[in-house]
């Protein structure tokens, strides 16, 4: 069956079994991973609203945790969270999470979820969606494993466009509304896996519908066509040491003209250091991969001094 009740073809991989209680695992704890875009195409807009995009996308070693544990009785949901600032309510992802998989198996258990923060919002670093994604991983396991890939899958997607990329945990191209996610080529990930990066956010965030509504605004001149966007990618898997022809997103031109100060200090960095950066999702957080031998002390210092001493700053590496 699949999450709607519909019968597959005997020929496809079944997405649901049936839940069982799995009363030796009570307990679980999952990393809930960053993202940065590499790349960011969007596309255009469909009509239903959402738009399309062609994205590079790499988690990264650094992120929130998110404990799920199974309640003694009851069968309800309910979620903690160390940042104050984070809504524990129904419209939290991990929550609407948690009501999309028992949409999807029946599952009848109740869980407490506590979410360990770092991962900051407004930052274009996926972190809402990340932690929908483990929560749904964490209660595949309490459940006793009711779905498969392609239903865990089927759930993100009905909680967010980009919650798919999630489950995977390596670096994946997205394309549609987000949904469609595959697993770059062994080749391109082996290039990219490990690199150390360093990521930076100011104390302002950016809304990412604000964002889409500006570059539907300024359509069509705002969006890459779709050909456009795939040629990008092909170049960059077909020349192994140029990670500069990947880099590109065109959601910098709604953030970079409200907020100068992005494009400012990314061309500074590329300039006086001559690092490769970029601004990832829709912002407003943004990335500079390093090398070896770089000045950190002395970049983290032009990053503040650009951004203020409430900046943001850590170093992690691509997964």
């Known amino acids: 069956m699949n999450p709607h ?3 597959k073809p005997k020929s496809a991989p079944c997405a649901i079994r049936p839940p069982t209680e799995s009363m030796s695992t009570s ?3 999952i990393f809930s991973p960053a993202k940065i875009n590499l790349s960011l195409a969007i596309t255009g807009r469909r009509p239903d609203g959402y738009h399309e995009l062609v994205s590079v996308v790499t ?3 650094w992120g929130d945790t998110l404990v799920a544990e199974r309640m003694a009785d009851g069968a309800g949901f309910a979620l903690t969270c160390d940042d104050p600032a984070v809504p524990s309510g129904p ?4 929550m609407k999470a948690a009501a999309a998989f028992r949409e999807s198996t029946g599952w009848s258990g109740g869980v407490n979820f506590t979410l360990h923060k770092q991962i900051p919002m407004g930052a274009g670093l996926g972190g809402g969606s990340s932690n929908a994604a483990s929560a749904l991983l964490a209660l ?3 459940a006793g494993e009711p779905l498969n890939p392609t239903g865990l899958a089927t759930a993100a997607a009905q909680v967010g466009s980009d919650c798919a990329l999630f489950l995977l945990r390596a670096p994946v191209v997205m394309r549609g509304r987000g949904e469609r996610v595959e697993a770059l080529p062994a080749a391109a990930t082996k290039r990219l896996s490990g690199r150390e990066v360093l990521v930076f956010k100011p104390a302002f965030g950016i809304s990412t519908a604000w964002a889409y509504g500006q570059l539907a605004a300024a359509a069509p001149g705002g969006y890459l066509p779709a050909a456009e966007a795939e040629a990008q990618l092909t170049r960059w898997l077909n020349e192994p040491a140029a990670i500069g022809t990947l880099l590109y997103n065109n959601m910098e031109s709604p953030a970079f003209a409200k907020f100068p ?3 400012v200090l990314l061309n500074r960095l590329r300039n006086d250091f001559g690092l490769t950066a970029g601004m990832s999702g829709s912002g407003s957080a943004c990335f500079a991969l390093f090398a070896e031998n770089l000045p950190e002390e002395e970049i ?3 990053i503040r001094e650009a951004w203020g001493p409430s900046t943001f700053l850590a170093r992690t590496r691509l997964v």
Do not use: H, T
């Open 59 to 61: 988690p990264l070693a």
């Open 300 to 302: 983290g210092n032009a």
């Open 5 to 7: 009740g519909k019968s």
């Open 91 to 94: 419209e939290n992802l991990v």
């Open 261 to 263: 100060a992005l494009p």
């Open 27 to 29: 307990r679980v704890e």
């Open 140 to 142: 595949n396991q309490l």
